[in-house]
């Protein structure tokens, strides 16, 4: 699938080949390290279902990743990156339904936003770039190995993935059972339908409605189910166990608690090594989402003119884990922050002792705010004698280019 293009400095340094990132572990509940070998770091991050794209809640998703993606190619850590596009999904063919228009259009059309604003926010692009139907061939494979693995029921037309209570995810050991069928409910799984044998069983070969794409297969017509399309996908396209699986918090559960339990049950292995998963940005008091109507988009922001580097920077004042409410007064405080970092540091340099403090902050869990704080008290060197170009160092740790953006 076609993805995006950014254009600014990444350097490598040699200082730091001895470190490694030090990042939160959803599963562990602790900040552990990405082992560093001589292995390219294998990232998959669950990427946008195309009817709603890049409000800022996904920018501060992706933003995190790129982040953690920067820090570690800094340090001389090679990253392989997937992030994929549910483009098969129910909340874009109900989109479509109530807008009368063709949900391939939609896909098109939210897609070429997105890839806008990512650009423009000059967020990595991932390695692979992954869409649902493109691979669907694989998915399906997926699907009928884990029907013929016994690992399945069927109701009517359709089959369900058989959770085990005794190897439910470490993800939601804190979670009561009843806690998860009210997220699992919340969050799309049909908790209450007649004929199952668990609550929690997630879909994973659903019957399509008459306006909806689906296949025909030895097993039945249909479409695939959510979570089975990214372990296709993660197991295609890097290599297993992963180093990071990444998304928002709302994908702890059912998704990836789920997308593990089915990893392993169709003989991929263990998923992931790490869970990362980005804080909720809220509005005017909830979470942004579409049925509160709370939605701000990054394209509305710069269509009011605001820089998209502003933007940026406003996002980075949030630690990634932290869940956190977006008004106008975060782009007022980002822009006054932008314009004294561009007048104080744009051509100057720093030494070698505070890029280690910069540095060490990245690593430690990626205190982004903490590094913003200190370019702000750091007095900088006229003279490129010993010292580092802080233009590069904010242009490959931080993604921020200083100066040309108000
Ligand atoms: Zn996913």
């Not at 991050?45 to 501060?60: E, N, Q």
């Not at 044998?197 to 794409?213: N, Y």
């Not at 090594?273 to 509160?292: A, E």
């Not at 869990?365 to 170009?389: R, Y």
């Amino acid at each position: 699938m076609k993805s995006w293009t950014v254009d600014t400095e990444n350097i490598v340094s040699k200082h730091f080949e001895t470190l490694t990132l030090n990042i939160y572990d959803t599963k562990s509940q602790k900040i552990q390290p990405i082992r560093r070998t001589d292995r390219t770091i294998q990232i998959y991050v669950c990427g946008i279902t195309p009817y709603d794209s890049a409000h800022l809640g996904h920018a501060f998703t992706y933003l995190a990743f790129d982040l953690m993606i920067r820090s570690m190619n800094f340090i001389g850590m090679k990253t392989k990156y997937v992030q994929n596009v549910t483009d098969i999904d129910d909340p874009l063919f109900e989109r479509a339904r109530k807008s009368g228009i063709n949900w391939q259009q939609i896909v098109n059309s939210q897609l070429d936003i997105y890839r806008a604003d990512m650009s423009k926010l000059n967020i990595l692009p991932p390695t692979e770039f992954v869409g649902v139907m493109e691979n669907m061939d694989l998915i399906i494979k997926g699907i009928g190995k884990s029907i013929a693995g016994k690992s399945t029921y069927k109701i009517d037309t359709e089959f369900y993935f058989k959770t085990q209570k005794n190897i439910q995810s470490k993800l939601v050991e804190n979670f009561s059972r009843e806690d998860l069928i009210v997220l699992a409910k919340e969050r799309g799984c049909d908790t209450e339908r007649a004929g199952k044998r668990d609550p929690l069983d997630p879909i994973l070969w659903k019957a399509s409605k008459a306006d909806e794409p689906s296949w025909t297969e030895s097993f039945g017509t249909g479409r695939p189910g959510w979570h089975i399309q990214c372990i296709c996908l993660a197991n295609k396209f890097a290599l297993l166990p992963l180093d990071i699986q990444g998304g928002g918090k709302d994908l702890i559960f059912p998704h990836h608690a789920m997308s593990e339990e089915q990893s392993e049950s169709l003989g991929f292995g263990e998923l992931a090594l790490n869970y990362c998963h980005v804080g909720m940005v809220s509005y005017q008091g909830s979470k942004m989402s579409k049925s509160k109507g709370n939605l701000v988009f990054v394209h509305e922001l710069l269509n009011q003119g605001i820089s998209p580097m502003i933007i940026r920077l406003a996002l980075m004042l949030h630690h990634w884990q932290d869940d956190w409410e977006y008004d106008s007064d975060n782009i007022e405080q980002s822009t006054k922050i932008y314009l004294t970092l561009s007048q104080n540091l744009g051509t100057k340099y720093m030494s070698k002792a505070d890029l280690d403090i910069i540095v060490n902050l990245c690593l430690n869990n990626l205190d982004i705010p903490k590094v913003i704080s200190f370019f702000l008290e750091l007095k900088p060197l006229a003279h490129s004698d010993d010292g580092f170009a802080i233009d590069s160092v904010l242009q490959s740790l931080l993604g921020l280019k200083l100066g040309s953006a108000i």
